[in-house]
DNA sequence: TGAATTGTTATCGT
DNA sequence: AACGATAACAATTC
């Protein structure tokens, strides 16, 4: 559930408490999911000063003094929480980060499908990822560039993070939505204006989101805002804020789709 | 109780 | 062979 405006919110919230700290210890007993294991990512990271604390696509990324990176993927479940001395222990706890400040980063997560790494670098860990949808650079051709040439559907190509990093099930939806565009259509089909249209659509929706603090749609991910502004995920049902059609549920990709019928044609075979 | 949930990867088919 | 579609997987909640 977290995706690129949800990861945004925590790593501006924990940002403050994090940078210029250094990693007093590392403890974690989640070894199928932090690489390398974890005696040898808490060496990697013990006495290391955070030097800055960012964000890559749905990656939380944490500079370390001496080069290294840890990467925090927070996948469906997961979510950050600090571990304040004497207080409650927080559920789910997987992974805690044990602070000079006397704090602990904790990584909660119910379903366990979040993941750590300590690395050189993003690419070493992760492979490729695409372009951060708003950074300047990339702009509506750049998102043409990286559709010419494919002729898959345009949703899972969408979420495809090695095509644009960050974007996943809600946001995807919610921009296909904003440029009028069935999350069916073949890339190669998409006309120059829809590309343009697209490209402005998620510019739009993720900056909107981030500002709302992201979508709280259950007891995954407290605090947001932005699922009262939501104009078709989650929607099926209920009518279109802009035409009044009803909102419908289709599967696309495995992946529960919401689209107006009216704003967003099926596209002809 | 089992259906729903998601990003990633493995696998199958074209 | 490269790409696209699909299945599988992790684990929990309601």
């Known amino acids: 559930m977290p995706e690129l405006p949800e990861v945004e919110t925590f790593v501006r919230n924990f940002r403050p408490g994090l940078v210029g700290r250094r990693i007093v210890a590392f403890e974690s007993h989640w070894k ?6 974890e005696q040898v990512a808490a060496r990697a990271m013990r006495g290391k000063q955070i030097e800055a604390v960012n964000r890559r696509g749905k990656l939380i990324v944490l500079h370390l003094s001496g080069g290294k990176v840890v990467l925090i993927h927070l996948r469906m479940s997961g979510r950050l929480e600090w571990g304040e001395p004497g207080a ?56 043409a560039a990286r559709l010419a040439g494919r002729r898959r559907q345009i949703k899972p190509l969408l979420l495809d993070q090695s095509v644009v990093a960050g974007l996943g099930n809600i946001y995807t939806d919610e921009s296909l939505f904003y440029a009028r565009i069935h999350p069916l259509t073949r890339s190669d089909r ?37 699922q009262r502004e939501l104009a078709v995920y989650g929607r099926a049902g209920e009518p279109c804020r802009r035409c009044g059609a009803l909102i419908v549920a289709l599967r696309v990709g495995q992946r529960g789709t919401h689209v107006c019928p009216r704003c967003q044609p099926a596209a002809e075979r």
């Open 32 to 37: 199928r999911n932090v690489r390398p294991r």
């Open 88 to 143: 409650a222990e927080p559920r789910h706890v997987r992974a805690a980060w044990r602070l000079d400040s006397g704090r602990r980063l904790l990584l909660c997560d119910a379903r366990k499908f979040g993941r750590i790494w300590v690395a050189d670098d993003i690419a070493a860990a992760v492979g490729t990822l695409g372009p951060e949808p708003l950074d300047p650079h990339f702009t509506a051709s750049a998102l």
């Open 190 to 226: 998409l006309a120059p204006g829809q590309v343009r249209r697209l490209h402005a659509a998620i510019r739009r929706v993720l900056r909107t989101a981030i500002d709302r603090h992201g979508t709280t749609i259950d007891w995954i991910y407290p605090g947001g805002r932005m």
